[in-house]
């Protein structure tokens, strides 16, 4: 059965590049009607914190990216102890006592002679007598998986095929001196045993993957399909990572982006598909194929979000947005006719209450030097209220007998007076809202 996971650390809120990554699984799995994992990636005690997880569900839910499992790192250790130590027995693990200084100048020299700056292995020539004496006086050391120098190959759902020499990387660490195991192996021993069939990571993992590969092979694991997406850059291709932290999803949650636009646009964006708006995320899973997302930096733009924003919020019936209205201020009986009024008018749900402040309370008017006594002959004329969906028609035909008008000419200068600005709804349907003009009538 496909099985898929998004796996973040809880080490910070989750932004526009994780949401990527959640989104592809999760697509994935739903499509073949599979399973998808929420994996907390804590691992690390000191960095990870419960506000953080509980900010990543929160995130998820708000998008509708429900999970069917949710797993835990730091519930797993004693599964990671069992796969170190079978490691051990294989002779795949060995420790390794250099200081971080040490390793640092060892890179420096090889790069110096023009190598590539991958660790020497000199503490696998380590006695154990020698070993026992670094410990003494270092501690433990790191525990360090040794690679089979051969290439490490695989087909990549979007990069295509990859090789890389294994003799090019690292022997990775995989527990460190003070016993805290770290993300590669824990990773690999997860997807092993929980059965993962297909994980999509950002491009950052390659190399990862590459030793992850053997590592899963040691332990007698199947290898799972991979597929590393583009990193995302700005609008003008510059790098997002340091940016990244200004892309929170609960940020742009705040400024009121709807989980439709952003799963619209990020579902499509980098493939060879168009992006277009759908608001059930049904539509999205059917649509849906790695294989047409390419490998090249992928460009997002956050305010590509607000015109999907409001597309999606144009089709929305009053139920689904009611306590918006309400919570800007526009009573019950109201509440039809002023959704009916705004939403075509407004960008987020945080619009809605400058439109009630507007038919409360009044605009500041807007008007021009030349229409200043065109306006006062206009407003003169103005009927009695209560106003209704004629009100607009009978009032400007009588302007326009009056003072010879017409079009635009006659039309603008009124919106603007009456409501500050130029653009907005449909004039003959925002009379009756307009309280502060209705009582002055
Ligand atoms: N916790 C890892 C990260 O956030 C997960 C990477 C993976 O998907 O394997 O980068």
Excluded: C
């Excluded at 080490?11 to 009607?33: S, V």
Aim: proline share 5%; no cysteine; glycine share 8%.
């Amino acid at each position: 059965m496909t099985t898929t996971r998004f796996a973040p650390s809880p080490t910070g809120h989750i932004h526009i590049g994780n949401l990527r990554t959640a989104l592809m699984n999760y697509l994935i799995a739903r499509k073949a009607e599979g399973t998808f994992i929420l994996r907390i990636d804590d691992t690390d005690p000191e960095r990870s914190k419960e506000e953080y997880v509980d900010g990543i569900k929160r995130d998820l839910e708000w998008l509708g990216l429900h999970w069917d499992r949710l797993e835990r790192q730091s519930e797993r250790l004693d599964r990671y102890a069992d796969a170190a130590d079978k490691l051990r027995s294989m002779g795949r693990f060995y420790e390794a006592f250099e200081t971080p200084t040490e390793l640092d100048l060892k890179r420096k020299k090889q790069l110096n002679m023009g190598k590539p700056p991958v660790y020497d292995r000199a503490a696998l020539a380590l006695s154990e007598a020698e070993k026992d004496a670094l410990r003494a006086e270092r501690g433990d050391g790191v525990w360090r998986f040794k690679l089979d120098q051969e290439r490490i190959e695989w087909n990549d759902g979007i990069l295509g095929d990859i090789s890389i020499d294994a003799a090019s990387v690292s022997d990775p660490v995989l527990i460190r001196g003070d016993g805290q195991v770290l993300y590669t192996l824990a990773s690999v021993v997860d997807d092993t045993e929980m059965g993962v069939t297909n994980v999509v990571r950002g491009s950052d993992h390659v190399t990862n993957t590459a030793t992850q590969i053997q590592i899963i092979e040691a332990l007698g694991g199947t290898v799972p399909a991979f597929a590393h997406h583009s990193l995302l850059t700005g609008p003008q291709g510059e790098a997002l990572s340091k940016r990244l932290g200004t892309l929170a999803l609960k940020d742009l949650r705040e400024q009121g982006v709807q989980p439709a636009a952003l799963l619209s646009l990020m579902a499509r964006l980098g493939s060879s598909d168009p992006v277009e708006l759908h608001g059930d995320i049904e539509d999205l899973v059917e649509g849906f194929d790695i294989s047409r997302f390419g490998s090249a930096p992928t460009k997002f733009d956050a305010e590509d979000l607000f015109p999907l924003t409001a597309r999606y919020l144009a089709t929305l019936p009053l139920e689904a947005v009611a306590s918006h209205v309400a919570a800007a201020g526009a009573p019950d009986d109201m509440a039809a006719q002023f959704w009916d009024v705004t939403r075509e008018n407004i960008t987020t749900l945080r619009d809605l209450e400058g439109w009630w402040s507007l038919m409360r309370d009044g605009a500041e008017p807007q008007i021009d030097d030349e229409d200043k006594e065109f306006v006062a002959e206009a407003l003169a004329l103005l009927p009695d209220g209560p106003f209704d969906g004629d009100t607009w028609g009978q009032w400007t035909a009588a302007v326009k007998a009056q003072t010879g008008r017409k079009g635009r000419g006659l039309f603008m200068p009124l919106r603007k007076a009456l409501t500050g600005q130029s653009h907005g709804p449909d004039m003959s349907a925002l009379m009756p809202l307009l309280q502060v003009v209705k009582a002055r009538s």
